[in-house]
């Protein structure tokens, strides 16, 4: 993770994930382990997948000693085998203690949406389409998680609500129409902004053709549906497949003609990478 994002977006968030485990004392470090000792711990891969996360890991120890040592055996975005020795950290045995579970959180469920990203794009592979993910990302963990789908091979649909303009179905229905909510977007928005706007019928796609999207959504169609709406954009707009999009359904969007697929499944549902922290022992 580039390291101004780190300072700026990220410490603040792994020192909360801290004090939520921390809150007075570890007692149970603090009864076996009184005192300083020096130790070492070894990181090892359970399962085979993709690591996201590194530099996560390491950050959670030397918030609690700087002086804490790391020696990775793999770097972010490289496939590693069930049993595969990934690192071996070395620093005071409590704060080896105190900082696993924090630690493993995040590189197991940074891991896991890695490994489940690289899957989904390898179906993509030899298509012009662009894989993204969404906003639907556990709470305080989004600057995490979208890292994550880039190291697996995706990119990043807009950061959040500041990021981009994006009409859904609620917006048009309080602007009380496509055509409206596409004119009100562009007089308020800067120019620098594109504006997207979710649609679900031919009706619709035509409508927001006419006013100007510069992105159209085909939100939940089935694959004949959005392959008439792509005929009928024309490339007058980019065009975005959303809805339901999964590993097990994604291969059917590849020939369809869409410019980008966005699924929440990347982050919403991936499931984590199983890594383990083993062998602590005194040196």
């Known amino acids: 993770m580039n390291s101004i994002t780190m300072k700026m977006q990220a410490d603040q968030l792994i020192r909360m994930a801290l004090q939520e485990d921390i809150t007075s004392e570890d007692v149970s470090t603090n009864a076996v382990m009184p005192t300083e000792v020096k130790g070492t711990v070894d990181l090892i891969a359970k399962e085979d997948g993709i690591i996201a996360g590194l530099d996560v890991y390491a950050r959670v120890f030397q918030m609690l000693d700087e002086k804490t040592e790391i020696d990775f055996k793999c770097k972010d975005g490289d496939e590693v085998k069930k049993g595969e020795l990934m690192a071996t950290v070395t620093g005071d045995i409590r704060v080896l203690l105190s900082g ?53 091979g995706g990119c990043n649909h807009r950061y959040n609500l500041s990021d981009g303009v994006l009409l859904k179905d609620n917006h048009i229905g309080a602007a009380g129409s496509i055509t409206k909510a596409i004119t009100m977007a562009k007089e308020y928005a800067p120019f620098v902004r594109k504006i997207e706007i979710e649609v679900e019928t031919l009706e619709q796609v035509k409508e927001a053709v006419e006013a100007g999207a510069d992105i159209i959504m085909l939100d939940n169609m089935t694959p004949e549906v959005m392959k008439q709406a792509v005929e009928l954009i024309d490339g007058r707009a980019q ?45």
């Open 239 to 283: 065009t975005e497949c959303s809805g339901n999009i999964t590993k097990e359904n994604i291969a059917r969007i590849r020939e369809i003609g869409v410019d980008f697929v966005s699924s929440g499944a990347l982050t919403h549902s991936a499931p984590i990478l199983d890594i383990s922290m083993k062998n602590l022992h005194a040196v």
């Open 100 to 152: 696993e579970r924090v630690a493993l959180n995040y590189l197991q469920r940074m891991s896991g949406i890695a490994t489940y990203t690289r899957q989904v794009a390898k179906l993509l592979e030899g298509s012009k389409v662009t894989l993204l993910d969404t906003r639907k990302t556990t709470p305080n963990c989004r600057v995490f998680e979208k890292y994550a789908v880039r190291v697996g």
